[in-house]
């Protein structure tokens, strides 16, 4: 890897949207964003309608990594401990000890599916296990495997006996991923993909683990020039003075996160520096779920995207 | 290619930047000179002095285009070094695996990068134009003795300082002092009169003064002075002194 030239890096990640598409036909952006997550050792949040193939988007990209991959399905009645683990009595040689045993947040590649129908508290202990990567049960701390990387999902409907992520708690990941309707081309092709009776492609592992926790550390590593982190500063200060929409803008963490995720893009377009054009595209996911809109905004129908757009139409770095 | 290295190779692309900005400058300098020595022989005032705002104008500006510019402009002729040249400059004191890889890509871009392609050619001859242009105007100014108006021999009529002279001190001093030199007006014993008048005064005033003190003042005792002295005495005595300070 330390050999590896930097422009290959884009035909190794053009190779890893190959063998996705085999299995998840369109949404590459979606993988894009999802991959910029993983660079970045930071957290995704999905926000999609029901069956637009996260579980197996997120599974395939899971397998093409060479990552472990577990599934929760957030319920009202999920409990901290169905999440991090909890002590069981193990009995052996006649004699009965507390074994911890390994909740599903061991793994390296975590879905939390409709995470706001789990209560607070249950949201909070997954929270944590996704800050701090360990996770402590009975005055005992286990650290959790690297890498480790959160995809949460909220359904946009369905709103009743949920328990929505507060801002405070969204802020803590670095993306929302809006998840789309296929286009009509791409669902013709899923819908006959899927109803041949066929399996679908066998995909190819691409990356191993310790590739991706080197990628991880190169990502940190991208330069960056000075007047693209003021020009990433001023975006998000930006949406601190913008009172003719924006109610309230977005933290300094939102610039930390823009910088990373910028940095991740260049490195998978197989680039040693950042440019312009990667923090312009990464704002829009960083930002989108940071800001809170006014009456303003909702009176003219105004989306946070529609208001980020217009925001850096007028800056410039 | 080492961090020290590299910083070297920025510093001289840099120095090669300023070298091509303080020509341009001097330029622009030469050409600031002749236009403003070609309005001073128009006013035949001291056309040397034209040396005064270019001088200013150089630092100025030199200081000005030198401070704004930075390595975009490089990057603008050249777009393979777009974002590269300055991530890698404004990252000079990083080391790691990426830092020296763009550093790399940088080095082997600049190479193929020909400092004088940053000279505007066309600007060049655009600026020599107009200082042959103002050269042929001063030659012509001078050939045909040209002028606005003298300035020169206007100021050296008008007898500046002698007007300013007689507007401050006339009805202050004699005449005569007002138009003398300084070794004159020294010896001159009207001067001398005046001093002599002053010193009388001083010296008047202050044998009224004594003459209005007590007698006993002065009356040795073998007590200190001012155990002997009444406080309305030496309320005298401190007034006394005071307007002899005051006199000297």
């Known amino acids: ?317 | 290619m080492s961090t020290v290295d590299f910083k070297k190779v920025i510093q001289e692309i840099e120095a090669v930047r300023n070298a091509i900005i303080l020509t341009f400058v001097l330029l622009d300098t030469a050409f600031v000179f002749l236009a403003g020595y070609a309005i001073l022989i128009l006013f035949n005032f001291y056309p040397i002095l034209a040396f005064i705002p270019a001088l200013y104008y150089f630092i100025s500006e030199a200081y000005k285009r030198i401070t704004t510019k930075t390595l975009r402009d490089i990057e603008e002729k050249y777009p393979a070094l777009r974002e590269k040249l300055r991530t890698a400059a404004d990252t000079a004191d990083q080391e790691n695996f990426m830092v020296l890889r763009l550093r790399l890509e940088v080095i082997n871009l600049v190479r193929t990068v020909a400092m004088s392609s940053l000279i505007d050619l066309k600007k060049i001859a655009i600026t020599v134009g107009k200082i042959l242009g103002i050269a042929f105007i001063i030659i012509g100014i001078s050939s045909y003795n040209i002028q606005i108006i003298d300035l020169k021999a206007a100021i050296s009529n008008a007898d500046l300082l002698g007007t300013l002279r007689d507007k401050l001190l006339r009805g202050h001093i004699p005449d005569s002092l007002l138009n003398s030199d300084v070794k004159s007006i020294n010896e001159n014993s009207a001067i001398n009169d005046l001093a002599n008048q002053q010193r009388l005064r001083k010296l008047l005033a202050q044998e009224q003064l004594e003459a209005n003190l007590p007698e006993d003042i002065f009356k040795g005792t073998d007590k200190t002075f001012e155990e002997t002295l009444s406080k309305k005495k030496r309320i005298y005595i401190r007034n006394y002194f005071s307007k002899v300070r005051y006199l000297e």
Request: charged share 25%; glycine share 4%; with cysteine.
């Open chain 1, 1 to 317: 890897m330390a050999d590896l030239p930097i422009e290959k890096l884009k035909t190794t990640f053009n190779t890893i949207h190959a063998e996705i598409e085999k299995v998840v036909i369109g949404q590459r952006p979606v993988v894009e964003q999802v991959l910029t997550g993983i660079l970045c050792q930071a957290n995704v949040l999905l926000e999609s309608y029901p069956g637009l193939g996260k579980t197996l988007l997120v599974r395939t990209l899971a397998e093409v990594m060479d990552l472990k991959f577990t599934r929760i399905q957030c319920t009202p009645d999920l409990m901290p401990s169905d999440i991090i683990g909890t002590e069981v009595i193990e009995e052996s040689s006649g004699k009965r000890h507390f074994k911890f045993q390994e909740g599903p947040v061991f793994t390296n590649i975590l879905l939390a599916d409709e995470i706001n129908r789990a209560t607070p508290k249950t949201q909070a202990a997954l929270l944590e296990a996704m800050q701090e990567k360990q996770v402590t049960v009975a005055n005992e701390t286990h650290k959790l495997d690297e890498p480790f990387f959160v995809l949460a999902t909220q359904n946009p409907i369905e709103q009743e006996g949920t328990y929505p992520l507060p801002e405070a708690q969204t802020d803590r990941f670095l993306l929302k991923v809006k998840v789309d309707y296929p286009e009509y081309n791409d669902e013709v092709s899923i819908v006959q993909q899927y109803t041949r009776g066929e399996q679908a492609g066998q995909v190819r592992k691409i990356l191993g683990k310790n590739s991706v926790i080197a990628l991880q550390r190169f990502t940190r590593q991208v330069p960056i020039a000075n007047d693209l982190i003021k020009f990433t500063v001023n975006i998000v200060t930006e949406t601190r003075k913008n009172k003719q929409y924006i109610e309230y803008g977005a933290s300094p963490r939102a610039s930390i996160g823009l910088v990373l995720a910028a940095k991740a893009r260049a490195i998978m377009n197989g680039r040693a520096h950042v440019s312009e054009e990667d923090i312009r595209v990464m704002a829009i996911p960083i930002l989108r779920h940071r800001i809170i809109l006014n009456f303003e905004a909702e009176r003219q129908g105004l989306s946070t995207d529609d208001v980020i757009v217009n925001m850096l139409k007028k800056l410039k770095a």
